[in-house]
C-alpha cells in the first residue's frame, strides 16, 4: 500500500513536471510594439511606386513620412535570436508579428526597445469552378438592372465614366476562379490587375480558396453578357487574400500588412467587405480608435487613400452595430438597403459607434447579382452593397482628380438621396450619380406640411403624392438631442395624407425632429 502510495506521488509530480516543462514552452504570436526606428538610407522615392508618388504629390501628402520608415533592422536582428520565428514588420504601427514561447517572451520585455506586446492568432481554406446559364429569371434581372440604377449609374457610363486612372486595392478571402472567368477577361486582357498577393499563404497566388471575393470583384468591375455589374470595369485593381474562414486576430494582422502594401503600391481606393465584431471585441471598442484594423485605416486615410467599408450584416442579431473598421470616423461605411423596397434591409448594421457618432455613411443595394464558383447568382449582404460604393468613388475621383480622399468623401455623402437627412440604418442614403452632372441643385417644390395641432406635430402630404402607389413611397423622420444623437428615427409608408402625428412631449427642449419626403427636408426644434 506504501509503495503504491509512492508510486502514484511520484507519476503526479513527473506529470506536473511536464505540465510545468509545456508551460513555459508554451508558444504564442505577439505583436511586439517598438520605440523608435533607423532613418539611415530609408528613401521614399526608391520605396514606393511612382502611383503613390503621385498621389502624394497631387493631393499634399508628405512623401517622407516617419511612419512609412521600415522596422529597425537591428531590432529584429536580436527580437529573432530569442523567438521561434519573425512574423510581419509593420512600418505603420512600428511593430513586429513574433513566435515566442513564455520563456522568449519573457526575455523579449526586457529589452529597453521594446514599447508593449499585445496577442495575436490561425486558419482554414475552400475553392471552386465556373459554368455560366444563358439567361437570367426575372427577379435577377431585376436586380441586375437595380444595383447600379439605384445610384443612377447610367449618367457615369453617359459620360464615358469608368473609374478609369484609379487603383483600387480589394481586401478579401480568396478570388477563386476570377482569372478565368469571362466576366473579368476584360481587366486581364487590358493589363489591369496590377498586384496580387495572398497575406495567409506569402503568396502571389489569389485566383482560389473563397469565393466571396470574386462576387465582390462582381460588384465593382463584372460584365455579364455586356452588362456591368459594377461602375469601375476601367480602374485598375490590387487584390489581397486576407481573410480565412473564421473571425480571428490573425485576420487583423493581413488587413494590416495588405494596407500597407496596397499604399506602397499605389492604391488610391481600399475596398474591404470585412469587419471584426464581438468574437474579437466588446462592443466599446468600436470607437474608431482601438482595434488593429481601425488604427491602419486611420493611418491610410492620413495618407491620402479613401477606405470604403462594409458596415456588416449584424442588423437581425444582438450585436447589431457595426464592426470595425466601419467604426472609423475617416472610413466610408457603407449599410444596405432592399433594392425592392429602396429602404434598410434587415441584416445590414446599424450606427452610431460607441462613442456615438454617424454611422453609416451611406448605403447601396445589398442584394445583387454576382458570380460565385459556378454561376451568376443572387447575393445578399453589406458586402456587396461596399464595392458597389467604391466603383461609385472611383468614377467621381475619375471625375475630380484634384480632390483628396477626403473631399471625394464628403462629395459622395452628399450626393445621397437623403442628404442632408441622416439616420443610423441608412447614412445619408444612397449615392447618385446626378448630382456630379447638375451644375445647379434644382428647387424642389414643398410635398408636404408640418404644422402644430393641439400639442402634436401633423406631417401631411398633399391628394397628389399620398395618391402614389409605389414601394419608394416613404416619410423618413428622425428625433436628435441637442448634440445630434438621434434617440428615434423611422420610415413610414404613405397610404394617406395624414401621414405622422407626434406628440411635442415626445421632444425635450433642445430637441430637433427632422422630415425628409421627396427631396424636401423640414424640421422642428423645441
Not at 505583436?31 to 499634399?60: A, C, H, M
Not at 457615369?156 to 480589394?170: P, Q, S, Y
Not at 437623403?418 to 448630382?435: C, E, K, N, R, V
Request: glycine share 8%.
Amino acid at each position: 500500500m506504501i509503495k503504491l502510495e509512492i508510486r502514484i506521488k511520484i507519476v503526479i509530480v513527473f506529470v506536473l513536471f511536464l505540465l510545468l516543462g509545456f508551460e513555459s514552452q508554451a508558444q504564442n504570436k505577439y505583436w511586439v510594439y517598438l520605440t523608435d526606428k533607423d532613418t539611415v538610407g530609408y528613401n521614399p522615392l526608391d520605396y514606393f511606386d511612382s502611383k503613390t508618388i503621385k498621389r502624394r504629390i497631387e493631393k499634399q501628402i508628405a512623401i517622407y513620412s516617419f511612419s512609412d520608415i521600415p522596422v529597425n533592422k537591428a531590432y529584429i536582428s536580436i527580437l529573432r535570436s530569442n523567438a521561434i520565428s519573425i512574423g510581419f514588420q509593420s512600418s505603420w504601427l512600428n511593430a513586429v508579428v513574433v513566435e515566442a514561447t513564455n520563456n522568449q517572451l519573457d526575455i523579449i520585455k526586457r529589452y529597453s526597445f521594446v514599447k508593449r506586446i499585445e496577442t495575436v492568432g490561425s486558419y482554414a481554406v475552400e475553392a471552386a469552378s465556373y459554368n455560366f446559364r444563358d439567361s437570367l429569371d426575372s427577379d435577377e434581372q431585376f436586380l441586375l438592372e437595380k444595383q447600379l440604377s439605384m445610384m443612377q449609374g447610367q449618367e457615369f457610363a453617359n459620360h464615358g465614366i469608368n473609374g478609369d486612372g484609379i487603383r483600387i486595392a480589394v481586401f478579401d478571402g480568396g478570388f477563386s476562379g476570377m482569372d478565368e472567368s469571362p466576366i473579368f477577361k476584360h481587366l486581364f486582357d487590358n493589363g489591369r490587375i496590377i498586384k496580387t498577393y495572398d497575406f495567409v499563404k506569402n503568396s502571389d497566388f489569389v485566383f482560389g480558396y473563397l469565393t466571396h471575393g470574386t462576387k465582390v470583384m462582381s460588384c465593382l468591375a463584372g460584365i455579364y453578357k455586356n452588362k456591368p455589374l459594377g461602375l469601375a470595369t476601367g480602374a485598375e485593381y490590387l487584390l489581397a487574400r486576407t481573410e480565412i474562414r473564421s473571425e480571428r486576430h490573425i485576420e487583423e494582422q493581413y488587413w494590416l500588412e495588405a494596407m500597407e502594401w496596397a499604399d506602397k503600391n499605389g492604391a488610391d481606393i481600399i475596398s474591404s467587405s470585412i469587419g471584426y465584431t464581438n468574437k474579437l471585441y466588446p462592443i466599446e471598442s468600436m470607437d474608431g480608435k482601438t482595434s488593429i484594423v481601425a488604427k491602419a485605416a486611420r493611418i491610410a486615410a492620413s495618407k491620402g487613400i479613401l477606405v470604403v467599408n462594409s458596415m456588416g450584416n449584424e442588423g437581425n442579431g444582438l450585436w447589431e452595430i457595426m464592426g470595425t473598421p466601419a467604426d472609423v470616423d475617416s472610413v466610408l461605411s457603407v449599410g444596405g438597403v432592399n433594392p425592392f423596397t429602396g429602404f434598410h434591409i434587415s441584416f445590414s448594421s446599424f450606427g452610431p459607434t460607441f462613442d456615438k457618432r454617424r454611422k453609416p455613411n451611406v448605403c447601396g443595394s445589398g442584394i445583387v447579382i454576382t458570380t460565385d464558383g459556378n454561376d451568376v447568382v443572387k447575393s445578399y449582404g453589406t458586402s456587396f452593397s461596399t464595392p458597389l460604393i467604391s466603383g461609385f468613388a472611383a468614377c467621381v475621383w475619375q471625375m475630380h482628380k484634384t480632390r483628396n480622399n477626403m473631399e471625394i468623401f464628403d462629395l459622395i455623402e452628399k450626393s445621397g438621396h437623403l442628404y442632408p437627412y441622416f439616420d443610423y440604418a441608412h447614412g445619408y442614403g444612397i449615392p447618385q450619380a446626378s448630382y456630379f452632372f447638375t451644375d445647379k441643385i434644382p428647387e424642389i417644390p414643398s410635398s408636404f406640411d408640418v404644422s402644430l395641432v393641439n400639442d402634436s406635430i401633423h406631417i401631411t402630404v398633399s391628394n397628389l403624392y399620398a395618391q402614389i402607389a409605389n414601394t419608394t413611397n416613404y416619410l423618413y423622420y428622425n428625433i436628435a438631442d441637442a448634440k445630434g444623437f438621434l434617440k428615434h428615427y423611422a420610415v413610414i409608408k404613405i397610404s394617406k395624407p395624414e401621414v405622422l402625428q407626434l406628440p411635442i412631449s415626445s421632444l425635450e427642449i433642445g430637441d430637433k425632429a427632422q422630415f425628409y419626403y421627396k427631396k424636401c427636408i423640414k424640421q422642428y426644434v423645441r
